[in-house]
């Protein structure tokens, strides 16, 4: 059972507890799933192409609950659209380029046409929308959105659409915590996690400049742009670094990116890097602990529309599907 909870005025700190990658295998539905009905999960991201996102249509439409955003995608997939309509978007195999850093590099070269990525995108947002999903936030796989000429066409969508919000994929710097204490569901502060914070850390302060432009592209539309946490923990996420993030949030909506899921064949032979740490991450955020420390810290657990439809945050009970 969940409780309703309503804003506490202008001064209250809320927190939007969201998976990206919503759609990608079943495995990662269940997780998303088991974390949003036993966890603190409050929304999600999903892909619009694919190849479990039938499979995160049906069961979200059962789930009123959590919020769900568009995953819009550039990268690493296949597009909505034909091939032969987004040529510059493709490759000889009708798939999209594998990564941000080549798709990028073809942006700063001319080689991408922004008419055809505004026509893919436009594509995606439609079929969420005529399955009937009420999108929350558009947010995108890899932050390509975050490139200011790409983040203005997603802004011009969620204008277009009345998708009041867009994530700006740009984390305010903090230090890297040191130590090695674990809390519930953790994972200690070791050599390689240290060396993942670190290069994600790097790339994000990399990110300043577009960021920056970003929250004057989406303020001239009216959209906004919640500030961001969890970017540099991709993938070594842990209670310790909850504890550290969460105090250090201040007053209105923050995001905190999450990307739960449990490792079936599918995930397996993709091309992701987070396998493990997805099934960590489920049961960080199903951790009764975890939600004690949000409950300390006096959050409010939203949706991205929270100031537009009432919102639940639910209990931390665990009857995970998964569960070890």
């Not at 996102?53 to 296949?78: K, M, Q, W, Y």
């Not at 994929?169 to 674990?182: C, K, L, Q």
Request: glycine share 8%.
């Amino acid at each position: 059972m969940g409780r309703e909870v309503t804003a506490r005025g202008p001064g209250a700190r809320r927190l939007v507890v969201n998976a990206d990658d919503l759609g990608l295998t079943v495995g990662v539905n269940d997780g998303i799933f088991d974390a949003h009905d036993h966890g603190i999960l409050t929304s999600a991201s999903l892909f619009a192409s694919a190849p479990a996102t039938e499979d995160a249509i049906r069961r979200s439409s059962d789930r009123p609950s959590l919020g769900v955003g568009c995953h819009l995608a550039l990268v690493d997939g296949r597009p909505t659209l034909p091939p032969e309509r987004v040529p510059t978007l493709v490759g000889e195999d009708g798939r999209f380029r594998p990564s941000w850093k080549p798709l990028l590099a073809a942006c700063l070269r001319g080689r991408v046409s922004l008419v055809e990525i505004e026509r893919e995108l436009t594509a995606q947002v439609d079929l969420l929308r005529s399955e009937g999903i009420s999108l929350t936030h558009l947010d995108a796989h890899k932050h390509v959105h975050a490139f200011p000429p790409i983040f203005d066409i997603v802004v011009k969508l969620g204008a277009r659409f009345g998708i009041a919000v867009v994530r700006v994929p740009y984390e305010r710097v903090r230090p890297v915590p040191r130590g090695s204490r674990v809390g519930a569901a953790g994972r200690p502060d070791d050599v390689r996690a240290r060396a993942i914070q670190w290069k994600q850390a790097l790339l994000n302060l990399a990110m300043w400049p577009w960021a920056r432009r970003d929250r004057h592209i989406a303020a001239a539309h009216g959209i906004a742009t919640p500030h961001l946490v969890g970017r540099i923990h991709t993938g070594v996420l842990s209670f310790t670094a909850l504890a550290q993030i969460l105090p250090l949030l201040g007053p209105g909506v923050t995001e905190l990116m999450v990307h739960p899921g449990y490792v079936d064949d599918a995930l397996a032979h993709s091309s992701t890097r987070l396998l493990v740490s997805r099934v960590r991450e489920v049961e960080l955020l199903c951790s009764p602990e975890t939600r004690a420390l949000v409950d300390a810290e006096h959050l409010e657990l939203v949706r991205h529309d929270a100031d537009r439809s009432r919102s639940s945050v639910f209990s931390a009970q665990r009857s995970l599907r998964h569960a070890s």
